[in-house]
Structure formats: C-alpha cells, structure tokens
C-alpha cells in the first residue's frame, strides 16, 4: 500500500519534491497546501510541471488539509523569513500525527546546542504524544555536509580536519527573499544583511557542524564564522532582477568549528552572480557550480560532486538533490522511533526505492 503524503509549498523545493511524489509509485498525494492565491485551486499535476492531470487542487487552509489523514507531509514552506510561523506549522503537523520530512528550518537540521530546550521541547512532545518522527534536511546544511563527509572519512584511519565548500554561480537562482533579503546581493558593500548579522552564520551552519562533531565523537569549543562581499564592477541582470553598479555581486563566508584552538570542520561557501568576479577565491569543478568535501587526515581526499539535470542547470541540480533527499527519506522517517530525527538516527539510505520505480518488475 502506497504511503498518503500531504504535500505543503511548491516554490523552488517543494515543486520538484512535488513532482516526484506524483510520479513514485511508493506514494499517494493525498493533499496539497499552497500560500500563494494564485494557486488555489489548481491541480496538483499542473503546480509540479508534469504534463498529468492527479485530481487534488491546491488549498490554502493546512487545518483542512489534516483531514486527508496522511502517513507524512512534506513541508518545503520557506522558513528564513518566517521561523517562528514555520515552527508552529510543524508542529501542528506532528500534533496531529503526522510524520514530517522538511527542507526547513534549517535549525531544525540539528536544533540542540542552539535553540533552546522552549523551543524543540514542544516539537519532541508532540512526536511522542502522536508517535511519529521529523527529519529537517537539505543540501547544505544537509546531505553535502553531514552525509557526504562521514561517508567518506569513514574509510581514513585518521582526520585533521574535514571542509565542505559550495563554489556556485546563483545568476540563474530566483528566489528572490533569499537573493535580496538574506544575502544582500544588490545592496551596496558594507551594508549587512540577515545572513551576516553577528552570529547568523555560526547559527544556520552550526547545527551542520555540531552534527558532525556528534558523529566523530567530540564537542567544539566554539564557533567561528568571517565573510567577504564583491561589487559590481558595472550594473547587471540576474534572474531576480538587476544588480547594480557598486552593489554586492560575489559573497564568500565560512564557518568553522574549533577545538583547542585549531579549525576541525570548516563549512566555506563561495557565491558569485559572475564566474568573472573574485578568480582568486575558490572555484567550482563543473561550469556552474559544485559541492567539495577535503579531509586533511591518512588518506587525505579532495572529492568534488558536481550536480547535473536534463531539467535545468546547476542550481535546479542542486535543489532538485535537496528534494530528493527529503522525499526518499520518507519510509525510514516512518518506520524510526518517535522524536526529531537526524542521519545518525536514520539507516543508511540505499535509493532501493528510487530504483524500484523503474526497474521493478
């Protein structure tokens, strides 16, 4: 029997996430909840780009979308802008029963040592009262800097450090809240946006590190976090409108781990709106944009993952692995016992699934 999935957003994850619960038969899209009004009341099939008719239409009421009774929902609402209001969707969710598979927040990826016990208390309450389970992941923070590098480091016979870089090109990104109000792209140097705000980066990117500290068998001693912002050299459109002359055009940022006053585990992420701009800071493996993971250790590795899709470039590449990873996890979130789940809680996923669409006979 097909699992009942309650499918909630279809922006730049949750559409493709969308488009794959229609299309796996290890699924049934039991309902779908939008919050865009020019949404409602459109199919399903049509929101997730297929060329199908499913027969759910878009609502924009999730108290009404519970009554479906699903096994899980997807929950891919952005949540950068919108914490608290995200935080209060999934719980409900939970409240009612539901297991949750999330792109967002990305705390939630490994909320503990950050968000305080008011804060995830609630959240574990509710998986035990309705005996189901939520996994928060993504690309990064997600599968490029958990999954990826215990994967590998699990063949060395010792490690200094691990880094994990995202070298990307964002020109054809356009998510718009995250471009403009988040990163700052556009803005002139100098001035800080969210991300940059003292803290901001050793909050979103911590939870990545403390997962890996977790996994390796240490605690850090603390958190250190350092960005670089590019201008324009002249004004130039992007995919979310134009970058003027003077504002910001490349970031770089980092995130690292200390222990005994040596970086272990370093997150580096290098984001142009030109490959032109800033040759001397890292750059990608493919034209676009790539994931590396290095370990300094006995053996050392640098392996570098580069994204491709018949469907777009790079980043809907990228986006499309965070879905992907979300909604392939959806029969382990299940079966695991009751809580906020992370990949040390998880089997190791295998794709069966993936393959058995296709191959199964």
Request: overall charge negative; charged content about 20%.
């Amino acid at each position: 029997m097909p699992i009942r999935v309650l499918h909630i957003a279809t922006g730049n994850v949750g559409r493709i996430a969308l488009s794959q619960v229609i299309e796996d038969p290890r699924f049934e899209l039991v309902g779908l909840v939008v919050s865009d009004a020019a949404k409602v009341g459109r199919d399903a099939g049509t929101l997730a780009g297929l060329d199908l008719t499913t027969g759910i239409i878009a609502i924009d009421d999730l108290d009404a979308a519970l009554a479906t009774k699903p096994d899980c929902a997807i929950y891919c609402a952005l949540a950068e802008v919108r914490f608290f209001e995200a935080l209060a969707d999934i719980q409900k969710l939970l409240s009612a029963g539901i297991n949750v598979v999330s792109s967002s927040p990305a705390t939630l990826v490994y909320p503990w040592g950050l968000l305080p016990d008011s804060m995830i208390d609630p959240l574990e309450d509710a998986c035990t009262a309705g005996k189901v389970s939520l996994f928060v992941t993504g690309v990064d923070p997600g599968w490029a800097n958990d999954l990826l590098p215990f994967a590998i480091a699990s063949t060395c016979q010792s490690v200094e450090q691990i880094r994990c870089s995202e070298i990307a090109d964002y020109a054809t990104y356009d998510g718009a809240p995250v471009m403009f109000d988040v990163m700052g792209f556009g803005s002139p140097v100098g001035d800080v946006p969210m991300l940059f705000k003292p803290g901001m980066l050793a909050a979103a990117w911590g939870v990545s590190l403390r997962l890996l500290a977790k996994g390796f068998g240490f605690e850090l001693d603390e958190i250190t976090e350092w960005f670089e912002q590019e201008p324009a050299p002249e004004a130039f459109d992007v995919a979310v409108g134009t970058i003027p002359k003077g504002g910001v055009a490349a970031v770089r940022f980092q995130i690292a781990g200390v222990v005994g006053g040596k970086e272990v585990l370093v997150i580096d992420h290098t984001t142009r709106l030109r490959p032109d701009l800033r040759p001397d800071w890292p750059q990608p493996a493919q034209e676009g944009g790539s994931y590396r993971v290095e370990i300094v250790g006995e053996p050392s590795y640098r392996v570098d993952v580069c994204p491709t899709s018949a469907k777009g470039d790079h980043n809907y590449a990228a986006i499309a692995t965070a879905a992907g990873r979300i909604v392939n996890a959806i029969p382990d979130v299940i079966a695991a016992a009751p809580g906020l789940r992370t990949p040390l809680d998880l089997p190791f996923g295998t794709a069966r699934g993936v393959f058995a669409t296709t191959l199964a006979r």
